[in-house]
Each structure stands twice: as structure tokens, then as C-alpha cells.
């Protein structure tokens, strides 16, 4: 086996493997396991703590930080586009889901979040709202809905997507600061990857 050798990454900084996947048309309806105790609403005008809040309680294990480095302003940018539309997963009352699909490329839709907290990982939770994330991105005029996931994030995320009906195009590479060392998480989220901070100077 040939290999291109290492690159040392820079304490302080993360590093992931990105794949990126798409398709150009909707799958054959799969299994859509019935979840009668949730509820999916399309959030208009997100609150920007709420937004914060529901990001964190769903991403901190897998070290999501970078809506939560924004400003005020780039965040509502963002999530206040009417070309992004927030969806919320409720569960008793509370939002436990995220699903943000992302329509401001024209034509096509990228699902820039995809997420559901600890209360209601499990169950079927996670195909079913991948099920209604597919028909309501296809429920646009769009030709290609394309996802990115990388290795920080949950174990069998990247087959969950193949099953889905996404297809791999390509791979990347990202670096980029820890969020637990510039104060955008808390330093004990996700322990299984360790902590390498810069040396005192």
C-alpha cells in the first residue's frame, strides 16, 4: 500500500475527513417507522438563542461549534434567509430534532443540519426524519439535494446517508480551531477526542 505520509496537524486545531454525497432524484419510499410522541414544525424567524440552544443540546458530542461562533448578525443572516427553512423535531413540548434544509443555491438543496438530542436518538427517530427530509426537499424545484459528513460525527452517520439514497462524490479535508479551546463548547463535551492545546510561549 502506497501512502502520501502524514501531515502533522497543529495543537489547537481539529482535523476531519469530509465526505460529500448526493442525489439527483428522490429514492423509492423505504421503511418509515411510525413516531406518534413527535412532531415535525417549520420554524419561521428562529429565535437566535433558541436556534443556539437546540444546536448545542443536538451537536456538542460531535463537536458542532461553527453556528455557534457566529455573531448575532451572521447567524441571523443565515437562519433568517427565507431560503433556509429550520424545521424542529418536538417531543413533549420541546424541540429535540433539527432538520435545516438549505435552498439558497438555486436548484439544488443541501442539508446543512440533520440532528436529534439524546432524548430521542434511537427508535426509528433518526429515518424517520430523514423520510421527511427527503420529501420536502423534493417538494421544491430542485435537481440535486447533497449532504457533507465528516469523521467527527456519529459512527454510522456516513451509511445512515448511503442507505438514504445518498450517493459519495467526494472527500475532503478540514482543519480548523477546537471548539472546547476557544470557548464555543465546554472542554469535557466529547472526551473520546482528546484535547491538544497549543504550548505556553
Not at 15 to 36: E, H, I, K, N, S
Not at 49 to 78: F, N, P, Q, T
Request: hydrophobic share 40%.
Amino acid at each position: 500500500m502506497l501512502s502520501d505520509g502524514y501531515t502533522d496537524i497543529p495543537d489547537g486545531k481539529l482535523a476531519v475527513v469530509a465526505t460529500c454525497l448526493q442525489m439527483f432524484r428522490p429514492p423509492a419510499p423505504g421503511r418509515d417507522p411510525d413516531q406518534p410522541d413527535l412532531s415535525l414544525g417549520k420554524v419561521e424567524a428562529p429565535d437566535l438563542d433558541w436556534y443556539r440552544d437546540l444546536y448545542r443540546r443536538i451537536g456538542a458530542e460531535w463537536l458542532w461549534g461553527s453556528r455557534l461562533a457566529m455573531s448575532d448578525g451572521e447567524l441571523h443572516e443565515v437562519i433568517g434567509d427565507p431560503a433556509v427553512d429550520i424545521w424542529a423535531v418536538t417531543k413533549d413540548g420541546r424541540a429535540e430534532g433539527l432538520l435545516e434544509l438549505d435552498f439558497r443555491q438555486e436548484g439544488e438543496c443541501e442539508l446543512a443540519f440533520f440532528g436529534l438530542s439524546s432524548a430521542i436518538i434511537g427508535q426509528g427517530a433518526g429515518r424517520w426524519l430523514m423520510n421527511r427530509a427527503i420529501e420536502r426537499a423534493w417538494s421544491k424545484p430542485i435537481s440535486r439535494f447533497w449532504v457533507h459528513t465528516c469523521t467527527l460525527d456519529h459512527p454510522s452517520a456516513l451509511n445512515f446517508y448511503v442507505r438514504s439514497g445518498f450517493v459519495p462524490f467526494k472527500r475532503q479535508i478540514e482543519v480548523f480551531d477546537d471548539p472546547r479551546l476557544v470557548g464555543t463548547l465546554a472542554e469535557d463535551v466529547a472526551p473520546r477526542v482528546p484535547i491538544l492545546r497549543p504550548a505556553a510561549r
